[in-house]
């Protein structure tokens, strides 16, 4: 089992910048695939940047440019920084984390971190 923690989160004004981070602990496999993903209220649950275990990174076209994903492997931890925020930014900010072993690959999900943009 994959526990995931968040932090980062918060409340910016439109320009600003901010540093979400997620580690994962507990029993898993290899983990292949970490990033993140945002809900927007009344919206549905939207990829915005993953990172895979060869260091290729898939980015939502809305963030490509202003945000930037990395990964720490041998700590299990994946980082997304977030520059010229935009109000449509803001969401609930999620950790996901795929991790593989011989049953199989399991899909993980953080509690959630909250991203307020100010105009």
């Known amino acids: 089992q994959v526990q995931l923690v968040e932090s980062g989160g918060g409340l910016v004004q439109s320009g600003g910048s901010l540093r979400l981070s997620c580690a994962a602990s507990?029993?898993?496999?290899?983990?292949?695939?970490m990033g993140w993903y945002r809900q927007a209220p009344g919206n549905h649950r939207e990829l915005v940047a993953t990172?895979?275990?060869?260091?290729?990174?898939r980015y939502a076209d809305s963030v490509k440019g202003r945000f930037s994903v990395s990964r720490d492997y041998a700590k299990n931890v994946v980082w997304l920084q977030m520059n010229s925020l935009e109000v449509g930014d803001t969401a609930v900010y999620y950790c996901?984390?795929?991790?593989?072993?011989?049953?199989?690959?399991?899909?993980?999900w953080g509690q959630g971190t909250q991203v307020t943009v100010s105009s």
């Open positions: 507990g029993r898993f496999g290899s983990i292949n695939s």
């Open positions: 990172i895979s275990s060869a260091a290729l990174t």
């Open positions: 996901h984390v795929i991790d593989c072993g011989e049953y199989g690959c399991n899909t993980n």
